[in-house]
């Protein structure tokens, strides 16, 4: 299976991405966007960000591998007129000199090939145009992982992990210090940020796993995967409890990434 090939159920995956909607607020403050500017919007999922942006900016493009996310986002945010989507991988873009800048926030870890983004989002951009990338990075969140790698290897769910391969790709300061040079544009920040991940109950926490680790949870048949995440849920929390309030807490890593076309 690759990144384009996973069915995301967009509604789901809108109701309980709070995290990624606060994450990417503040990655729009810091593009600091004039509303003479064209801007894309790389995996743009159910398009609140997209829409946002287009409160701020002359025009924005959403673009995203997944059907599904791209048919809510036409439906939930069509009616307005500076912005539009399209069902496409951001390894394959074909752009060429339109954006003044481009935003990507939490999608980069679901995509093979880094340096064929890269290359693209180069030649899509207009000379000065500016990236800024958040994506997770290598540890991010880790004790989730040990939760999810505890369930899955008990003998009610080890048979359907046979074939698994672990799919997303944390990236380092490492690789895009390298990636950015080969691609030609001029990095301008790279840096390495820990958040804490705060979901209001374990229902929240159950339902950002339901709606995004669509890998694993593809692998079990569809009438178990409410099981599958309890499991995963109980067991994370007896590692790491709620706090006094009931919310929960997952350690995140992220790399967040600013860079320039020259
Ligand atoms: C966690 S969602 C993030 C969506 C949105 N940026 C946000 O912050 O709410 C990850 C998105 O990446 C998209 N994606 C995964 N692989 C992709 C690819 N190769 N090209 C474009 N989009 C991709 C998925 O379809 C999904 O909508």
Redesign the pocket.
């Known amino acids: 299976m690759n990144?384009?090939s996973f069915h995301?159920d967009a509604a789901d995956?809108a109701a309980n991405?709070s995290a990624?909607?606060q994450w990417?607020c503040e990655l729009i403050a810091r593009l600091a966007l004039r509303d003479s500017e064209n801007v894309l919007d790389?995996?743009?999922?159910?398009g609140?960000?997209t829409a946002l942006m287009a409160q701020q900016a002359h025009t924005v493009t959403g673009?995203?591998?997944?059907p599904q996310?791209v048919a809510l986002a036409q439906r939930r945010w069509g009616g307005m007129r500076n912005m539009a989507f399209a069902c496409?991988?951001?390894?394959q873009l074909t752009f060429d000199g339109v954006f003044d800048a481009v935003i990507?926030?939490?999608?980069l870890h679901?995509?093979p090939n880094h340096p064929a983004v890269l290359a693209g989002l180069r030649r899509a951009l207009k000379p000065g145009g500016r990236v800024l990338l958040q994506m997770p990075a290598s540890g991010n969140c880790a004790q989730f992982i040990e939760a999810v790698d505890r369930v899955r290897a008990m003998p009610r769910w080890r048979p359907f992990f046979r074939a698994f391969r672990f799919p997303w790709r944390f990236s380092t300061e490492c690789d895009y210090t390298r990636w950015l040079d080969e691609s030609g544009l001029a990095t301008q920040n790279i840096i390495t940020v820990h958040k804490d991940m705060c979901h209001d109950s374990p229902m929240s926490l159950a339902g950002w796993m339901r709606s995004?680790w669509l890998p694993y949870l593809q692998c079990v048949p569809s009438l178990n995967r409410v099981a599958f995440v309890e499991s995963v849920v109980d067991d994370y929390l007896c590692a790491v409890p709620t706090d006094a309030q009931g919310r929960t807490h997952v350690e995140m890593v992220r790399l967040e990434v600013a860079a320039e076309r020259a």
């Open positions: 990144s384009t995301w995956y991405s990624q909607y990417g790389l995996g743009c999922g159910d609140k960000l673009i995203d591998a997944s996310m496409v991988d951001a390894q990507s926030n939490s999608v679901w995509v995004t």
